[in-house]
């Protein structure tokens, strides 16, 4: 978690877009983003990370090509 550190930005509409290594792996709208966004909020930093992984889903499996 600490080396692949999620971030995340909400926008003026709401919408939570979630980012990894600079660019954005995830957009969460509506009902969803507002939930999260209130969860973020209140989050420590390793809360944060885990909501963040947690919202990408599926996003990492292991087999990522490293640089």
């Known amino acids: 978690m600490a080396n692949d550190p999620f971030d995340y930005r909400v ?8 980012f990894w290594g600079g660019r954005c792996v995830t ?14 909020a209140s989050a420590d930093e390793a809360g944060v990370q885990r909501l963040l992984q947690r919202a990408t ?11």
């Open 11 to 18: 926008d003026k509409s709401g919408t939570v877009r979630i």
């Open 27 to 40: 957009v969460v709208g509506g009902d969803n983003a507002r939930k999260l966004a209130a969860k973020l």
């Open 57 to 67: 889903g599926n996003f990492k499996h292991g087999n990522e090509r490293r640089g």
